[in-house]
């Protein structure tokens, strides 16, 4: 797989602009761009893709707004803070485990932040050089196919193509666990 080119920085002109018309150098970056900061740092977007994570998440941030549950905008700006602080970079794959129940939440307002951890999968699975094993979308997703996309999520491309055995091991352990729960 050949990896995307490296996103390069914001161009100078935008900052001065903004200097121009606020009167001063823009201040810290915003959680949208910082979570996509992160996110891109780890799987090497190209200016497109950033620019593509900051629309997705500001999308997701007008469609909490749009909910009737009282609590979907603020389960954005968790699951923001969240994937900054918590989230990790596995084989270039973008995980966020720590964040699980913060997408639970944001899910249930039914808002997907970076497609379903089915498509998630898809993606780390691909980067493996593996097929992807889920359709898109949230219906493709259910409860018991998302126990095993997070086992994927969280098993590395050696241990997902039989190179490290202890990683495969508990690859293959995780998805007993996800079937077993299913009956």
């Known amino acids: 797989m050949i990896a995307a080119a490296p996103r390069p920085p914001r161009p100078l002109k935008a900052l001065l602009l903004a200097a121009v018309a606020g009167g001063a150098l823009a201040g810290c970056p915003s959680q949208v761009e910082r979570t996509c900061d992160v996110r891109c740092d780890c799987t090497g977007c190209s200016e ?23 609590s979907c905008p603020g389960a954005v700006d968790e699951l923001l803070v969240c994937l ?52 898109p979308g949230p219906e493709s997703c259910p409860q018991e196919l998302a126990c095993a996309a997070r086992c994927m999520l969280d098993t590395t491309c050696e241990g997902m193509n039989g190179l490290d055995p202890e990683e495969n091991r508990r690859f293959t352990e995780c998805n007993i666990g996800c079937f077993q729960t299913m009956r």
């Not at 994570?53 to 909490?64: L, S």
């Not at 794959?93 to 997907?112: K, M, N, P, V, Y």
């Open 84 to 135: 900054e602080d918590e989230s990790e970079c596995k084989d270039d794959a973008f995980t966020s485990d720590a964040c699980e129940d913060q997408d639970e939440r944001l899910h249930a307002c039914g808002i997907f932040l970076f497609g379903t951890v089915c498509e998630q999968a898809n993606a780390h699975m691909a980067a493996c050089g593996q097929g992807e094993p889920f359709g």
């Open 48 to 70: 497109a893709e950033y620019l593509a994570c900051v629309d997705e998440v500001e999308a997701a941030q007008k469609a909490a707004a749009a909910a009737a549950e009282a």
